[in-house]
């Protein structure tokens, strides 16, 4: 993909994309999925039922498949161009390729980010929605950090809130200004490259959003950039928190999500926050929506040392059961036998700070990361 500067110099035609879908089913059927349910094999098996054009849309846009242009409707012929110009779409052979991409429906908004896949970094997951549902947009200025492919900025954007989205990654930047002006909105969103607050010094914002890096992963442990939380996760989460008081308006607030380690029944890190609302003033709400065991046969152990194995280029059994070993020793060294999933919400302006832990967790053991 090109470089955001190059992306936002070519980006005409993209608003044409939402209505072209609609007209050819596309919408309605994206609409019908929930987009992090699964890793595409009830799309493949819905779209091998349809029929083209609306099946070879489903193909390039849904399942991330390269299909022939004849297949495709004429307006979405039209297009190639534009979608091949931003850095979207590749044209070659008489086949167009989205290139890993995937084109997501999520409250009215588009999206693209990567097809699910083990090591995206161009992520949007059940993490993502659930965040983008729980936001409490309002009138005013918001601050999408860690914005990724977009998706907060686009719902606050969406909502009337004037944003600014600041994302590290450039090509992850760059398909965020894409996103923008798919779902015309660049007259509202403006989209940094750079990290976190250093883009945005000086200013206050009514809302700040985030879903950062949020897994706990040892350190040395190979693990996708957009996914590494740090030892306990928190790593990058506090750095967000310490540069609140700075960046939020008199009325403004903060929402974030992530994962910390647990006993299984309170986080490790309720201290350290209890300390940082008093020393800052500012109000917490820490929501825990499910605990999840940390053994080395469990399934989060599993997953996530499966997920750094073939991230790190490894995929045979014993490759995998051995990053399962070393992410279980990493949380039993830390003095945990569990992790738990968790929202955010911080204040200024009520109990002058005071944290309030509240849990919603299955006591029978949740199987949803972020929903009950």
């Known amino acids: 993909m090109p470089d955001l500067d190059e992306v936002l110099d070519r980006q005409e035609g993209i608003g044409a994309l939402p209505d072209v ?4 089913g596309y919408t309605e059927l994206a609409a019908t999925f929930r987009p992090w349910a699964d890793t595409g094999a009830e799309r493949a098996s819905v779209a091998a039922g349809l ?3 609306l099946r070879a849309l489903a193909e390039l846009f849904m399942l991330g498949r390269a299909v022939r242009v004849e297949r ?8 190639l161009g534009p979608l091949e110009a931003a850095g979207l779409c590749l044209v070659s052979g008489g086949r167009a390729d989205l290139r890993g991409l995937a084109l997501y429906r ?5 999206l693209f980010a990567h097809a699910p896949r083990n090591s995206p ?22 601050l999408d950090l860690c914005a990724g492919p977009g998706v907060q900025s686009l719902i606050c954007a969406s909502r009337g809130m004037d944003v ?19 779902n015309g909105l660049a007259s509202r969103v403006s989209v940094r490259c750079g990290d976190l607050y250093g883009e945005v010094a000086g200013e206050r914002f009514d809302l700040v959003a985030a879903n950062p890096p949020l897994l706990p992963i040892p350190a040395g442990m ?10 306990d996760g928190l790593t990058v989460t506090r750095r967000i928190l310490d540069g609140l008081d700075a960046h939020l308006s008199p009325t403004g607030s903060a929402q974030l999500l992530g994962v910390a380690l647990s006993d299984g029944f309170l986080p490790l890190c309720l201290d350290e926050l209890t300390t940082w609302c008093a020393s800052t003033g500012l109000d917490l709400t820490w929501t825990t929506v499910n605990h999840f065991p940390t053994t080395v046969d469990s399934p989060w152990v599993q997953g996530v040392g499966t997920t750094s194995a073939v991230h790190d ?17 990493g949380y039993a060294d830390l003095g945990a036998s569990h992790v738990c999933t968790y929202f955010l919400r911080v204040s200024r302006g009520g109990d002058g700070g005071r944290l309030r832990y509240l849990d919603v967790s299955d006591p029978y053991g949740g199987a949803d990361l972020w929903f009950r």
């Open 164 to 182: 600014v989205a600041v994302e590290v990654n450039p090509v992850a930047a760059a398909l965020c200004s894409v996103n923008v002006a798919l």
């Open 106 to 110: 999520l409250q009215g908004i588009w």
């Open 313 to 329: 280029g490894r995929g045979a059994e014993a490759d995998l059961q051995e990053a399962a070993q070393v992410l279980a020793d």
């Open 72 to 79: 495709l409707p004429g307006p979405i012929v039209d297009l």
């Open 21 to 24: 879908l609609a007209r050819d």
């Open 51 to 53: 029929d083209d054009p």
């Open 121 to 142: 970094t161009l992520y949007f997951g059940q993490d993502s929605a659930a965040l983008a549902a729980r936001l409490e947009t309002r009138p005013g200025a918001a």
């Open 222 to 231: 190979p693990y996708p950039f957009v996914g590494d939380g740090g030892p």
